[in-house]
């Protein structure tokens, strides 16, 4: 067990919808990540938050956001969803601002279906 | 910039192999090196760290990866598989002034009985 918690394990939903994924990070950690892993392009990183502000965006489409709260839970939302977004969506939590060089702790993920 | 290449998406080996994961990178600054697994249905977590203290790094059950700056590599090793091994393993790319960490894009590793 990471310590990190992703809710909900499993969404079915269909195109043109739209979803959050919420995900609680390990106590103390201030840094959030969210990756989204599908067969065909690996693992895509989509965002980082630290303390509630952005740090770094990679692969992050305009159809999608996050947020990073107070309490530091982290929410990704999912707009007028595509067949193409069926994936798993992991996000991982560390203590430093630093991504290049911490180590990442991984929740269980939150497997998107759309159909 | 910087990329890691795994190559090999798949390797097969048997229950008391050797076991080795290859994984190049490429990086402008000195690296820092990562190799996590995945289990099925699981979570990524980490198997071991390269932070330039020492080339020869070990990790968990059993596992260890040799950082090369000639070769550009930090392949993956563990002396003997053992069935529970079965996963895919990512090898991952960062550095003290960047934004992310680059990750490979896995090898799945079989272990026959």
């Known amino acids: 067990d990471s310590g990190v918690t992703q809710t909900p394990k499993h969404l079915i939903t269909a195109t043109g919808q739209r979803v959050t994924l919420r995900c609680s990070p390990r106590s103390g950690d201030l840094s959030v990540y969210w990756y989204q892993q599908s067969l065909d392009q690996g693992l895509q990183f989509l965002i980082q938050y630290y303390n509630g502000e952005e740090r770094a965006k990679g692969n992050i489409l305009e159809r999608f956001s996050a947020q990073q709260f107070p309490d530091l839970h982290s929410e990704l939302n999912l707009s007028s969803l595509e067949l193409g977004d069926s994936a798993l969506y992991f996000c991982?939590?560390?203590?430093?601002?630093?991504?290049?060089?911490?180590?990442?702790?991984f929740g269980p993920g939150t497997r998107l279906t759309v159909l | 910039a910087q990329s890691v290449t795994q190559l090999g998406s798949h390797v097969s080996v048997s229950e008391g192999a050797l076991v080795l994961l290859r994984c190049n990178y490429s990086?402008?600054?000195?690296?820092?090196l990562f190799w996590y697994v995945q289990y099925p249905n699981q979570g990524l977590q980490l198997l071991l760290k390269?932070?330039?203290?020492?080339?020869l790094v070990k990790g968990i059950n059993g596992f260890e990866a040799e950082f090369k700056k000639s070769e550009t590599s930090f392949h993956l090793t563990k002396p003997s598989a053992h069935m529970s091994d079965a996963a895919e393993y990512f090898c991952a790319v960062g550095n003290t002034g960047g934004f992310k960490t680059i990750f490979g894009a896995g090898t799945r590793l079989f272990v026959k009985a």
């Open positions: 990086s402008s600054v000195p690296p820092y």
């Open positions: 991982a939590s560390s203590v430093a601002k630093l991504a290049g060089v911490n180590e990442q702790f």
């Open positions: 390269y932070t330039s203290a020492a080339t």
